[in-house]
């Protein structure tokens, strides 16, 4: 399975802190994806990274990608309380992505 | 807003009832998706439309029916659901199968009794 695997579960840190969110997968992939989910909301995307890329950057998220590990970390700098949310990783390729469970990130004010 | 919206937003039904799960988007994509999210697991890809065409279904049961009028609209026909269905169900869209879902609706949350 391509599943990716998050960890950890749960982190909670202080506003102004960084978070680092890792996700592990099993078999070669094309690209990985970073989703966040509001509690009752649907997903957004965040942001792509292909298998030939390292590390990618959108405003305050920094994603890396290790393919010899199997593994990639999403890093938000500099947290916000809005930043509180689900974070998911996806692997696989077109329609077949498969999700990890998630992890719960609270950001206390 | 992503663009994609969902009615309605909470239902709640008896095993015997029949209901339906509406999907809206207007963002020219080509490719929508239902997905089933419950808790404690991961997102479960459920179907998959191409230009109307259904072009994944993922081992759901019948009591499930997807239909596809055109490429804004995607319906999710529910019939005898089980207390197991109960679940957050989220409809996607991308402009095309080969990228994945890229935007989300805020889903509906079933609870069947």
């Known amino acids: 399975s391509q599943q990716g695997e998050e960890d950890p579960q749960a982190l909670s840190i202080q506003e102004g802190e960084n978070a680092t969110m890792n996700c592990s997968y099993k078999t070669s992939i094309n690209n990985l994806q970073w989703y966040r989910q509001n509690s009752g909301r649907g997903l957004v995307h965040l942001i792509l990274i292909r298998s030939n890329e390292r590390e990618k950057h959108s405003g305050r998220l920094r994603v890396t990608l290790d393919t010899s590990k199997k593994s990639s970390s999403l890093l938000i700098t500099a947290s916000r309380a809005a930043d509180t949310a689900s974070y998911f990783c996806?692997?696989?390729?077109?329609?077949?992505?498969?999700f990890g469970k998630g992890i719960t990130l609270s950001v206390r004010p | 807003e992503t663009g994609v919206t969902q009615t309605p937003r909470h239902l709640v039904m008896g095993m015997t009832n029949k209901k339906s799960l509406k999907c809206e988007q207007h963002l020219g994509h080509n490719a929508m998706y239902w997905y089933k999210q419950s808790a404690k697991k991961p997102l479960e890809l459920m179907f998959v439309?191409?230009?109307?065409?259904?072009?994944e279904n993922n081992s759901v049961p019948s009591r499930f029916s997807p239909e596809c009028p055109n490429s804004s609209h995607l319906f999710l026909h529910l019939h005898t659901l089980q207390p197991e269905d109960s679940a957050l169900y989220l409809c996607?869209?991308?402009?095309?199968?080969?990228?994945?879902?890229?935007?989300f609706g805020p889903g509906t949350r079933l609870l069947v009794l």
């Open positions: 439309y191409s230009l109307e065409e259904r072009v």
């Open positions: 996607a869209s991308s402009s095309s199968r080969t990228s994945g879902p890229k935007y």
């Open positions: 996806a692997t696989g390729a077109n329609s077949k992505l498969t």
